[in-house]
């Protein structure tokens, strides 16, 4: 009996140890010298404006709210761009930017209303023809904002078209009507030769199958059915970017696209991304659920550009961070960017649009040229 | 020309005339209770003050003048012989050593022998004595190798959630651990928290952390040397433990007394059984848990006086789970080796002893991660064939050679990956392998100049080869023709002296260049076994590494107190690091070759060591300064930064004290600076997402490492009764400090960013909360 006693308590005080001991427990990590940068997301792309997003960077650990995303915006900026022949365009920030001045068009006067409600650190090259943007060409951008100046190359590289696009159902997707789009492309026999692809869903019937405890105004265990639209372009999923080495170069294959999240901070996309099972894919047509609403196939806006190495470099340190994030097994890694003095990417995308429908008896070869409101 | 003819007779009568006959004697030392032969003991003439260990199989040659002699037997533990010789031939001598009954003056650790730390021509080699650190606290009563070894200093681990231990600044890749000269890969079990060595097991320990002999190489920090019992060829034994967390057998005795033994010994924990109720169904953390189990067996057969061969063997498991239902996050972990040797021991003569093995070992593990959607898996595998021949000749005291040819064909799994993000899985058509040769020939030699001044002189030729498969008669043949291609081929001497200042002090110097042909790549900036083993190939050149260290020796009161400084500095060229960005699946189905960088590295360091070895109290405080950097043109900017396990400080105490023969109670404190960080500085938005940038690589410090363990150990030892048992009370971890093991960033809050309101914060998870544990064990 004696000794049964120290073991008891001992036993005891092991089972009531994860209440005495924090296994997990916050820390105080702030550092003092934080660097308050401008982000750049500046492009460029033949035939249509070149345009600049200006961010500024925080402190990882200040807190974020409404506050923060209205406050992150870079307006004021002078930023021009120039090209190796001389010539030379201005970035006219959206606020400042008299859309009714130059068109009539009720479709971009409201496009850029939005914009400049939304992305007040937009700039964008104001007036048409947009013939300053072209392949095989460098060009230089300087942005200086206060007394700091930031600068950046990039080439816009010469556009080489997808062979053909096709959508397929996938047997092991989640439900039985979603795919994928499949592309064949002939990769040009020159090194180095980096694709970008990245989709907007300009129609998409989403279905939403509800539990126990719907929200306010929908009934418990129904369906909603909506007709929403992605408002912006999306990288595709898991290697948006991809390059030619490894053995690819020269060579033809087939591959497919992965439908990327619309998960963006600076929008509210919960409308356009709640369905879990649907990640990853698109959806063509077909209810599955049980509803008396029409279900259309997607019709998807797809673009595929080349960029040059540098610009695949940033796009796929960025990648690398969405899909490690959080991850502490992960080694931290930068982006890499090209903006001197600043962080972010001035790129030049050849961009071909193809613009396609969810459905598996068509195969699509010819290009598509959206407007200019189709493009962001 | 006839008087030069004759002169030069005469002279060489004069000469064989004045020159005394010698002669050898030589034979085996072992336990007189068990049987074991003993490694290291001391055969000390008093005489001339001459004295010569045994070897790894309990061997011993001592060629000296005709005479008479009286020679001591010793072996720390044990009582010492004396024996009375009339040296007028070879003579064989096999000494049996009894129990030492009366049990004073008993070390915490052995190191060496009473003044081996100053005599020996070896520096920053240390020697541990298994049977003598059962006493220490044990981590819930199991005593261990590693723990024990950490304790010293030069010798780190990366705290709780260690794979490995670091030497001197060296990676955990860059230690050769051997039992029975089988390389084990990875020696952890439970993150370094148990070596998969079972102490039961085992019967010598020796560390060499600088000053490596010609016969070791292949690794650029340290050679941890163990060895394991024959089993008890006397008579059957057997040796338990039951603990809370774990427990352990022990069968061992004799096949054929006195000329065959075996011993097999297994472990396993059950703490996964045990703390899964006890965790809340709530708790995030439901699903954690862990268990190993090993087991460790050996053979031998003496067939004569000249010959004896030996079959051992080790299989162990581990599978490690960490949920954290809150964050979405979890992690798997299955890993674990298996080794085989088989030698063969062959006495030519008394002078000329060889050992030949033949050795298979395999390392295998599996990580696999997961956080809401994104998950990942990879699995890595080494698997080695080694041969081996090793001569041992001492034709007189003033000399003992070793040379000797080893060869080892390794097919390595370097990655084999599979992911999943959302419902996109990826996964490789097939395996891939690779495969390469590894081969050297050494030479060495243990010089007494004179009796101030003995060097220990050594020359290593190594060879490695990618791309197989070969035989070895073929790889030799390419060697010598220099035909392959993809071949690297390099010589490295080993050089370490001893210069005595008076009877209990010494000055050491010892100098050692090594090359190292496989390596360890680590993806992550956390210990964890997610390192993948890769070879040198034309791309991933040979680690180089050179190391300096001087040191002083001097022993107080009659060998009561040891105390040593070391100053150490090493220089390493060629090591191998992941490329930023680096992702794991662009390695399937290929090389990883193209996702590596290279770069340098550079170690400094003081060691100073002071220890009490007689007496009711021992122990020792050990306290090591030092600094390990690594510079990378394609890491952090090419800016010079300090390496993941860059230490500044790295104290331990030990303290043991015996009441009386029934009580003995000990402690240890450690501390070490924490371990490095790359800090999180800002955030960014960019394409509707945030981003984060990290400060300068390895430039956060998280909090120290400290600790502090007791225990006390109750023996129950009746003479003349067949059945002993003693109960061993540990707390691990007294003052329950929540030490860190890693830091990671998560977002809290309601809502979200463009509605709502959150907070970044960094979050500490610590491993081992204050464990207490009892184990009784027992022996019959």
């Known amino acids: 009996m004696r000794k049964i006693i120290p073991l008891l308590l001992i036993t005891i005080g092991f089972v009531s140890c994860e209440k005495f001991f924090e296994f997990e427990q916050e820390v105080d990590f702030s550092q003092g010298n934080t660097n308050n940068k401008i982000v750049v997301q500046a492009v460029m792309q033949p035939g249509y404006p070149a345009y600049a997003l200006l961010t500024r960077s925080e402190p990882f650990f200040d807190p ?28 006219i920030n959206i606020l400042d930017l008299n859309i009714a001045a130059f068109s009539q068009d009720e479709e971009l006067i409201n496009l850029f209303d939005s914009l400049q409600n939304a992305l007040p650190g937009l700039y964008i090259q104001p007036t048409p023809p947009f013939t300053f943007s072209q392949a095989n060409k460098s060009y230089n951008l300087e942005i200086i904002k206060d007394g700091d100046t930031l600068t950046a190359t990039t080439t816009i590289p010469s556009e080489h078209p997808m062979d053909s696009v096709w959508f397929v159902l996938d047997e092991g997707a989640p439900r039985p009507n979603l795919g994928n789009f499949w592309f064949h ?20 019937t989403k279905e939403t199958q509800w539990g126990d405890n719907p929200p306010n105004g929908v009934s418990p265990n129904s369906v909603s059915v909506n007709d929403v639209e992605d408002p912006f372009f999306i990288k595709a999923l898991w290697g948006f970017v991809r390059n030619d080495f490894e053995g690819l170069n020269g060579t033809s294959f087939d591959t497919y696209l992965q439908r990327g999240t619309s998960n963006n901070i600076l929008f509210d996309t919960s409308e356009q991304d709640f369905e879990q099972e649907e990640n990853g894919y698109f959806k063509s047509g077909q209810s599955i659920l049980t509803h008396d609403k029409d279900v259309f196939p997607d019709t998807v806006l797809l673009r595929f550009s080349q960029i040059d190495y540098e610009s695949y470099l940033f796009w796929r340190s960025a990648d690398y961070q969405n899909n490690s994030g959080g991850n502490p097994f992960a080694e931290p890694i930068n982006l ?8 972010g990417i001035f790129y030049g995308q050849a961009a071909i649009y193809y613009k396609v429908i969810a459905k598996e008896d068509t195969i699509y070869t010819e290009r598509f040229y959206p407007s200019l409101f189709e493009i962001f | 020309m006839k008087n030069t003819f004759l002169s030069l007779f005469l002279c060489l009568s004069v000469f064989h005339l004045s020159a005394q006959e010698k002669y050898t004697l030589s034979g085996y030392v072992k336990d007189n209770e068990t049987g074991e032969y003993l ?7 008093k005489e001339n003050f001459k004295g010569i260990s045994t070897n790894q199989y309990g061997f011993y040659s001592l060629t000296i003048e005709e005479g008479n002699y009286t020679v001591d037997y010793a072996f720390l533990g044990l009582k010492t012989q004396q024996k009375k010789i009339n040296l007028n031939k070879d003579t064989r001598l096999n000494v049996a050593l009894e129990t030492n009954a009366i049990i004073t003056q008993e070390v915490i650790v052995e190191s060496e022998g009473a003044d081996k730390n100053i005599e020996s021509s070896n520096m920053s080699q240390v020697k541990i004595d298994v049977k003598n650190i059962k006493k220490l606290p044990a981590f819930m009563g199991e005593v261990d190798v590693l723990k024990t070894i950490q304790l010293l200093p030069g010798v780190q681990s990366s705290g709780e959630g260690s794979s490995g231990f670091y030497v001197r600044g060296g990676g955990p890749d860059q230690n050769l651990i051997l039992l029975d000269e089988a390389t084990v890969y990875n020696a952890s079990h439970l993150f370094g928290f148990f070596s998969v060595f079972n102490a039961d097991a085992i019967k010598d320990i020796n560390l060499i952390k600088g000053g490596m002999p010609a016969q070791y190489g292949g690794r650029l920090a340290s050679v941890l040397d163990i060895s394991m019992k024959e089993g008890n060829s006397k008579k059957f034994e057997v040796d338990g433990g039951l603990g809370l967390i774990s427990s352990k057998l022990t069968l061992q005795g004799p096949i054929k007394k006195d000329t065959s033994s075996f011993i097999i010994s297994g472990r396993r924990t059950y703490i ?20 190993f189990f ?26 490690f789970s960490f949920r954290n239902e809150d964050r979405g996050f979890k992690f798997d972990i299955p890993w674990g080796n298996a080794t085989a040797s088989m030698r063969w021991n062959h006495l030519f003569n008394d002078k000329l002893f060889v050992n030949t093995s033949v050795i298979f070992s395999d390392y ?61 899985v990826f996964e490789p058509e097939s395996i891939f392998k690779q495969y390469s040769n590894e081969g050297a020939l050494y030479i060495s030699d243990d010089i007494e100049v004179n009796d101030e001044l003995k060097i220990n002189a050594g020359l290593r030729y190594s060879s490695f080869q990618f791309g197989g498969p070969i035989t070895v008669l073929q790889y030799f043949k390419n060697e010598f023709s220099g035909d392959t291609i993809n071949h690297h081929r390099h010589i490295e001497p080993r050089l370490s002296l001893r210069y005595k200042l008076d009877k209990s002090s010494s000055f050491k110097a010892s100098y050692t260049q090594n090359y190292q042909y496989i390596h360890l790549a680590s993806l992550s900036s956390v210990s964890l076994p997610t390192d993948l083993w890769v070879p040198s190939t034309d791309i991933v050149k040979p680690q180089y590494g050179r190391q300096l260290a001087v040191g002083l020796f001097k022993n107080f009161f009659d060998n009561k107190w040891e105390t040593s400084i070391e100053a150490y500095h090493k220089k390493m060229d060629n090591l191998i690091e992941y490329k930023e960005g680096a992702l794991p699946e662009d390695n399937t189905n290929t090389s990883s070759d193209e996702s590596f960088t290279f770069g340098n590295g550079e170690s400094r360091g003081l060691e100073f060591f002071i220890k009490r070895r007689l007496g009711k109290t021992t122990g020792w405080l050990g306290y090591t300064i030092s600094k390990t950097t690594r510079q990378f043109d394609e890491l952090n900017n090419g800016v010079e930064f300090s390496a993941k396990y860059d230490r500044t400080h790295d104290i331990s105490l030990t303290a043991t004290h015996e009441l009386n023969d029934k009580w003995v109670f000990s402690a240890v404190f450690v501390y ?27 430039s956060y410090r998280m909090p120290a490492y400290h600790r502090m363990d007791i225990s006390a150990t109750y023996t129950k030892n009746k003479p003349n009764k067949r059945f002993n048992s003693s109960w061993n009370f540990s707390i691990y971890n007294l003052y329950n400090r929540a030490n860190p093991y890693f830091i990671y960033f998560d977002v809290e809050g309601e809502g979200n960013l463009t509605d709502g309101d959150l907070q970044s914060k960094a979050l500490q998870v610590s491993l081992f909360p204050v464990i207490p544990s009892i184990t009784w064990n027992f022996n019959f």
């Open chain 1, 64 to 91: 974020v709210n409404a506050q923060t995303i209205d406050n992150v915006f870079v307006e004021g900026a002078t930023i021009s761009i120039s090209s190796e022949d001389g010539e030379q365009v201005q970035l």
């Open chain 1, 185 to 204: 492309y002939s990769d040009p026999d020159t090194l180095g030769n980096t694709i970008m692809i990245e989709h907007k869903r300009l129609f998409h």
């Open chain 1, 336 to 343: 890499q960017s090209n903006i001197n003095n600043g962080y």
């Open chain 2, 39 to 45: 490694i290291g003991a001391t055969v000390y003439v």
């Open chain 2, 272 to 291: 996964d059984v045990l703390v899964n109720p006890l965790i809340n169904d709530t708790s995030a953390f439901k699903g954690t848990g862990y268990y």
């Open chain 2, 294 to 319: 090993d087991l460790t067996s050996k053979v031998n057969y003496r067939i004569s006086d000249k010959d004896r061969i030996f079959l051992s063997g080790y299989f162990g498991r581990d599978v």
């Open chain 2, 364 to 424: 295998k593990f599996s990580f696999g991660a997961e956080q809401n959607d994104f998950e990942f898996k990879l699995n890595s595998s080494i698997t080695d064939w080694n041969t081996k021949i090793d001569f041992s000749y001492l034709p007189n005291y003033k000399h003992n050679i070793k040379f000797g040819a080893h060869f080892t064909y390794h097919t390595f799994v370097p990655g084999s990956v599979t992911g999943r993000s959302g419902e996109v």
């Open chain 2, 672 to 698: 070490a600076t924490g371990n490095t960080l790359t800090p999180v500085l800002d955030r960014y938005v960019l394409d509707g997402r945030i981003y984060s940038q990290y400060g300068d690589r390895n």
